[in-house]
Structure formats: structure tokens, C-alpha cells
């Protein structure tokens, strides 16, 4: 296999000179690094398809990538230097924009933040949205079945897609962009593709649905004494705010005494730090008045019921960003703070207190003085219930012990019938915790399916489920 070969089926960028190609090859949080033949540009989908076919023949690995912001080690190659590393990043126009039938067709290298600023031009609002979204695009965010800020109202963002191009693993390009809410014609392809983390195929295009720009945005950030009182926050919120309630995130106290350390140029509302803390989002589709209104008799409810201790509504624009400026740098100020261990789960929303309290007890019992930095999409029972060293110390026996906190708090999860991934994917983190609970039934199916359509298990191997063993399941698991 020579690279010259490469060449004659695909003219665009290819570089392979290590300085141009490092950045490629080494994940966000910089704790997976590979090696790859070389790193491919395309910018169009047909380069894709033709770059696809020459792998396939030649049984080269292909690694997917977008933005590189992905947390779960998906992105990059492994260390072998076999895999030829697809990056979408210059794949990056918008095709179509339908504003009565409230769609967007984009090139999966566009970026989030692109999408997002198109669709507002129209008068329109792509609601995903998250802390990566100058950076990620939207291949990749449908690729990991991305959540963000917004799921609770919108979804995540297999439930903003409507329809797909992908290349296949052997190479044909599939025009699966349909604009339509209803078509039941078959098996749903567009399903299968969507979180895969590119293990199936390559998508190039997807055509996304659009929601009305709301006239206002109204936040409010508010200390809640514990986890249990948010909870009671939350549904109040659900029945008094109904549609308008557009996000309800969490930080624990923990965080917040990191986010102080590590950047304590951050603007904080509430003079009182020591409880939990909630930012609540309100998108009013009349005026600002309105939904300011609503949010302040909500909050009023909560401190005569005893539910907030104290709370701030944004007065403006740039309040409102600095409230939301807190919650996006929690995973920077964890990372600033040195070595963690991540854990992105879901449990039913009902139990989302008591999973917090009894997981924080048991860890706190076996690893005493370790840091609880949990924190996230409470009012869609996803949270980060991550990990990190006692203050003071730098963590050098962190990487023995993750397998052990791994298993206290997936195991927790599974009792709560959660999930050990909700937003985040497998990668190659997860692959094998998530296997660990999984059924042999959905282990063969998960595998049946990646047989089909990827026979020769070239398209990103290794990572999430598709090519794993079927064996029974681990001790303990269903
Ligand atoms: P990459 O990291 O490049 O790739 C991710 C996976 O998708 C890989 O498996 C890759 O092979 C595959 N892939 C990429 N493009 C394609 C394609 N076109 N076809 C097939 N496969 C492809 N995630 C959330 O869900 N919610 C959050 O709130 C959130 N916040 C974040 C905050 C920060 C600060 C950071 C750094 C990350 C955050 N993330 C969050 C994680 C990350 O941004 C998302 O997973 C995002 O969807 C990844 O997009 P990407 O373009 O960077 O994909
Ligand atoms: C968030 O919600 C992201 O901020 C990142 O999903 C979470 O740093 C993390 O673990
Ligand atoms: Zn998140």
C-alpha cells in the first residue's frame, strides 16, 4: 500500500508531515494519542466516498473525526499507524436553508456555532448547544448523539435530525436527506448512523430541524440548600413554565469551590457559594417582560417554600452570559485542576437526589478526602458525576484506582437503571463498562448490525460496541 496510490484517487489535502498532522492525533483532553498513514481534507462528499473505496480496498482503518472535541477518546487513531485519519473539518457548507419547512441542510464539517448563527439569520433557532460549539461540528455532535443545555425542551441530537448523507463503509455515497417529520418506509437507516461514532459510516451531510427564535431569553441562577430541593424546583418549574422552560442545570458545591480556585476571575451572582447551585433558562416565544415575570413568581414560590436560599434573575444580556459563563467552564477548571476521572450518566430524573447522596457516601467511605465534581443537565437526569484527587494532592495514584471508582459508581448506576453513557458516547472509554452491563442479546444484535455494514471492521474499530466480543455477561451485569 503506497500513499502515491492514495493520491491518484484523491486530489485534495493530504498531510502527513508529523508537525502538520499532530493536532489531529491527540484527543481534547490529551489523554489519547495514536498514529495515523496520513490525515485526508476533503471537501467534497464525493472525495469522501473515493477515499472510503481506496481504504476498503486496501484494508486501511478510517478514522472520522470533526472538531476533535470529543471526550471519550473516539476521534484518534490507535498506536498501530495503520488508520488513515478522515478529517471533515473542510466539508463545510451549508446547502439549504427551508424556513417554511423549518429545515437546514449542512456539510458535516460545519461547524455548531455556524449552524446555530445560519439558522438565526432566518429568523430560525437550532437549539443544540453546548460548551465545544465554536469548536465541534455538526457531523461530529450527531456522530456521539451529542445533548448540551437544551435537551430537556428540544432533545438531543438524534431528535434534531430528520435526515442524512453518509458514505458507506465500501464507499457508495447515500442520499438519506430527507426534510420530512414522517416517513416509515423500512428500517430507519438515518437511526443507525446517528451516535455510532463512526463506526458505521462516514456521514457528510444532514439536514436538521428548525425551532421559532423565541422573542427572550430570561436566566436565573439560584442556591438551592440540597440536590433534593432543586428536584422540587425542577417540577415546579416543568408545571408553571411548561414549554418555556428551556434549561435547568446544576453545580455541586465542589465545583464551585473549583471553579473559584482555578479561575477566580469569574463573575459570580450570589455573594453565597457554600450550596448547590442551579441555572435555571426561560425562552419566551412574546417579550422579555413576560418571561421575567414568570421566572420571578417561580423563584418567589421557591423561597417561601423553602427551596432557594437565595437567587439572581439576569438583568441583561451580559449578566445572562456570565451566569451561563460559570456553568461552561466547569470542565476547564477540572482540567486546569489536574488529573479526574469522568463519568457522563443518566438515572430516571425521580432519583437523581438519592443516586448523588448514597454515590458520594460510598466513595467518600472508600477514597477518603477525593473530590465529588458533579455537575450538569439536572433537568434531563444526565450529570457528571466526575471524579478528582484530594486538595493538596496531585493524583499520581489516580489512573490505579479508576478501574475501582469506575466500578462503584457504574454499578450504582446500573441499580438506578441508568445508563454509563448519556451523552458523551463510548469511545474508547466506555466500550468495555458499557458492555459490562449490557445483555448478551444486545451485545449479538449491537454486533450483527456492525457485521452488515461493516464487514471487514474498518471503519473507526475499537471503538464502542460493534466489534466487541460476544461474551456472557460480566458478574453482576443483567
Ligand atoms: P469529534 O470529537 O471529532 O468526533 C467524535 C466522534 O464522532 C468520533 O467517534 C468520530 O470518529 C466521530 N465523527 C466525527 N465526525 C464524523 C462524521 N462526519 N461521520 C462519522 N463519524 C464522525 N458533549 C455533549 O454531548 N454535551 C455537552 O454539553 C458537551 N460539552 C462539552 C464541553 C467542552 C468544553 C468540550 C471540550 C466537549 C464537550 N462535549 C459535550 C463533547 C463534544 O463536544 C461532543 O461530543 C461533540 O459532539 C463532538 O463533536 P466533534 O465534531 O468535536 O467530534
Ligand atoms: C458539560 O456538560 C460537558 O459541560 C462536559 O458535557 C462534561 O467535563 C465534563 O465532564
Ligand atoms: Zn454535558
Redesign the pocket.
Known sequence: MHLSDLRACFSGRLLTGAEDTAAFLT???RRWSGRAIAVAQPDRAEDVAALVRWCAAQGVPI??????????G??VPDASGRALL????R?NRVREVDPLNNTMTVE??C??HTVQERAREHGRLFPL?????G???????????????AVLRYG??RELCLGLE??TAQGELWDGLRALRKDNTGYDLRDL?IG?????????AATVKLHPLPAARVTAWAAVPTLSHAMRLLERAQNTLGARLTAFEALTPPCIEMLTEQLPQLRWPLAERGTDAVLIELSDPDDEASGRAALEGLLEHAFEAGWVSDAAIAANLTQSREFWSLR?HM??AQQRAGKNIKH?IAVPISRIAEFVEQTNAEIARHYPGVRMIVF??LGDGNLHYNVSPPKRSTGEDFPQIESAINRLVHDAVHAFHGSVS????L?VLRRDEAARYKSPVELRLMRAIKHALDPQNL??PG??LGDYPTEPAAEGAR
Request: aromatic residues 2%; hydrophobic residues 40%.
Open positions: 484527543d481534547w483532553r478514522v472520522p473525526q470533526g472538531g476533535n472535541t470529543g471526550m471519550s473516539a476521534s478522515l478529517s471533515l473539518a466539508l458535516a464539517g461547524l455548531l448547544s453546548l460548551a465545544a460549539e469548536s465541534c461540528t455538526i457531523g461530529g455532535n450527531l456522530s456521539t448523539n451529542a445533548g448540551g443545555v438531543n441530537a453518509v458514505v448512523f455510532a461514532e463512526g463506526t458505521l459510516g462516514v456521514i457528510t461552561e470542565t476547564e457522563d450538569g443537565h448519556a451523552e458523551h458516547g469511545g471503519m473507526n471503538k464502542s
